[in-house]
C-alpha cells in the first residue's frame, strides 16, 4: 500500500521560499513518477510540476518556470519542491502524488496519479 505525506508547509513573505517534502512509504520509492499539485479552496486542482523516476526530466507549470524546483531522492524515497521567489498567488494547499513509472513521459493530468498525499499548506503573504 502507498502511503504519501508531505511536510514543510507554512507561512512565508512574499519573496521568499520554502522546501515543501514529500515522502513515499510502501513500495519501492524508484518505480514512480512524482507530481506536485496545489489547490485554493473553491478552484480546481493545480498541476504545479513532476519529476521522473531518475530524476533527470521535470516538468513544470508555467506559472512557477523559473522559481520553482523539483528534485528526488531515491535514497531517502523523497521528493522536494524548492519554492523561491513566492508570490500570494502561490497560497494554496500543496499535494504530492505518485504514479508508477510506464515510460511515456511526464503528465500534468492529475487523473493519471493514484495516490496522493493529504496535503500540506502554503500560504504568502504581501
Known amino acids: 500500500q502507498v502511503h504519501i505525506v508531505e511536510s514543510g508547509g507554512g507561512l512565508v513573505q512574499a519573496g521568499g521560499s520554502l522546501r515543501l517534502s514529500c515522502r513515499l512509504s510502501g513500495r519501492t520509492f524508484s518505480f514512480y513518477i512524482m507530481g506536485w499539485f496545489r489547490q485554493v479552496p473553491g478552484m480546481e486542482r493545480e498541476f504545479v510540476g513532476a519529476?521522473?523516476?531518475?530524476?533527470?526530466?521535470?516538468l513544470y507549470a508555467d506559472s512557477v518556470k523559473g522559481r520553482f524546483t523539483i528534485s528526488r531522492d531515491n535514497s531517502k524515497d523523497t521528493v522536494y519542491l524548492q519554492m523561491d521567489g513566492l508570490k500570494p498567488e502561490d497560497t494554496a494547499v500543496y499535494y504530492c502524488?505518485?504514479?508508477?513509472?510506464?515510460?511515456?513521459?511526464?503528465?500534468?493530468?492529475?487523473?493519471?496519479?493514484?495516490?496522493w498525499g493529504q496535503g500540506t499548506q502554503v500560504t504568502v503573504s504581501s
Open positions: 502524488a505518485a504514479q508508477i513509472s510506464a515510460g511515456l513521459g511526464l503528465t500534468e493530468d492529475e487523473k493519471t496519479y493514484p495516490w
Open positions: 519529476i521522473s523516476w531518475r530524476g533527470d526530466t521535470t
